[in-house]
């Protein structure tokens, strides 16, 4: 047994908001029960006691759209690539990189990404994955990460056809083998969607495969909307919106998740809800790509069940969830607009959207829910509770204060060190494999 104490605690639980002095018992996979420190401690004197030293113990961070693909760009520029466009980005950058992925360069950009997660209070992640390089397998190898450095994902592959009839045939190949053994396997730490990259880049015909190697198994995770590309090719070619496109081919459901979801019409926001889809913003991304500002605040109206990624623009979710309420105000130009919104997508709809995937309840700390804990060395000069901890969280906190972190009742960082990885070899690994790829990038040696 685990028992994590002397902080302060922040539960995102109605029942027992908040503790000035209190700590978490966890056993096994679960969490067994919150309480004070001192009545814990009592209780269970034989637990293993990690010590908070006074900071804030709260749930994990779910980052609800990420790419482990992107792991290895960190410093990267591709010579001759200097893109104007959406499209320019991701030919020139992306499908560029994804082309050269080898398994061995997954299982590094797996690792990169799952190190920062872990250091950053990152307990559960819900990737987007593309390695054109290396199709068949690829899931396969970064779910070998992912449990050896134990965090908790949901995964799938990029179906696209950009690169031919056979690269198409082995993503969607890829998604049924992965889905398939999930299924199997029914482990509460590793589920599957069902990747899509985005509608101008997959056919009707490519749908209805997808659709039949699913076979029911799980849900849809597809980019939409994110550029105008989508809305012309819909348009153009099929007559109608990016939406209704996804409706007519059975994408649409409440265990699938639209990505970014900017260039969507009131009518399109009324399809997503009435087929009760979800839908993941990633602010900095969208900001960085230039692709516009999504209608958050309007799709809080419309109901939809909206939560908050990074699109691996980082790892820091709270880094990303300072950058959602300022776009979101500046699109409104309104300077009071989207602090229930930007807070609620982090800290509730990510853990609905999680629930819709995982078993144990994710993002709160109560007896039953899954031992996703994680401290954060916060030294506040103002008041603070439970009342005022998101003012806290968007103006005072920010990823790296992250101190200690468990997942699944397994402690992966304590005190800022990794326990039982290797940060160094996972460091080494990671800096070959990136020499090997930007080498092939830019026809030249690291």
């Known amino acids: 047994m685990l028992l994590l104490g002397n902080g302060r605690v922040i539960t995102r ?26 009545a814990l401690k009592a209780k269970y004197p034989k637990a293993q006691f990690v010590d908070a030293r006074g900071g804030v113990i709260m749930p994990g961070f779910i980052n609800a759209h990420t790419h482990i693909y992107s792991g290895l760009a960190r410093g ?48 559960t992640i819900f990737d987007h994955h593309a390695s054109f390089g290396e199709i068949p397998g690829s899931l396969f190898a970064i779910e070998e990460v992912c449990e ?12 696209s056809e950009r690169d031919g009839a056979e690269k198409t045939r082995q993503s969607i190949e890829e998604n049924a083998a992965f889905a398939r053994h999930c299924k199997e396997k029914n482990s509460d730490m ?4 069902f990747g899509g990259h985005a509608l101008f880049t997959i056919s009707d015909k490519t749908f209805e495969e997808m659709v039949k190697a699913n076979d029911g198994m799980t849900g849809f995770h597809i980019h939409v909307s994110e550029g105008m590309n989508d809305v012309i090719d819909s348009r ?20 699938t998740i639209l990505g970014h ?3 969507v019409s009131p009518a399109e926001m009324d399809l997503i809800r009435e087929t009760d889809t979800m839908v993941v ?26 939560g908050l990624g990074t699109d691996a623009y980082t790892h820091d979710m709270l880094e990303s969830l300072k950058a959602e309420l300022t776009i979101q105000r500046h699109n409104a130009c309104m300077p009071n607009a989207g602090w229930g919104e930007a807070t609620g997508m982090l800290f509730q709809n990510n853990a609905k959207i999680g629930a819709r995937y995982f078993e144990k309840p994710l993002g709160v700390l109560r007896p039953g829910a899954a031992a996703d804990v994680i401290v954060m060395d916060y030294r506040d000069f103002t008041p603070f509770s439970h009342e005022n901890i998101d003012g806290h969280m968007l103006f005072g906190m920010q990823g790296h204060d992250c101190t200690t972190t468990i997942i699944n009742g397994r402690l992966l960082y304590r005190d800022r060190q990794f326990v039982d990885i290797d940060e160094a070899a996972v460091r080494a690994f990671c800096l070959e494999q990136s020499k090997k790829l930007w080498g092939e990038l830019n026809h030249r040696a690291y």
Do not use: Q
Not at 28 to 36: A, D, L, N, P
Not at 190 to 193: E, L, R, V
Not at 236 to 255: A, D, F, M, Q
Not at 289 to 301: S, T, Y
């Open 13 to 38: 639980d109605p029942a027992t908001p908040y503790l000035a002095d209190g700590a978490v018992a966890m056993e096994g996979e679960v969490i067994r029960e919150v309480g004070s420190t001192a």
């Open 76 to 123: 990267l520029a591709i010579e001759g690539n200097n893109p104007t466009n959406f499209l320019e980005v991701l030919e020139g950058t992306w499908w560029n990189i994804d082309r050269h992925l080898t398994l061995d360069g997954t299982r590094a950009c797996a690792a990169a990404t799952i190190l920062e997660c872990i250091r950053d209070g990152v307990t």
């Open 148 to 159: 050896k450095m134990g965090i908790r994902a949901c995964l799938c592959y990029e179906v």
């Open 190 to 193: 590793m589920k599957a969607m």
């Open 236 to 255: 153009e070619n099929y007559g109608c919106r990016s939406v209704n496109r996804l409706y007519y081919n059975g994408i649409l459901g409440p265990k």
């Open 261 to 263: 979801c900017i260039h």
């Open 281 to 306: 913003n990633n602010p900095e991304s969208n900001m960085g790509n230039a692709v516009g500002c999504a209608p958050v605040l309007k799709m809080f109206e419309k109901g939809i069940l909206i």
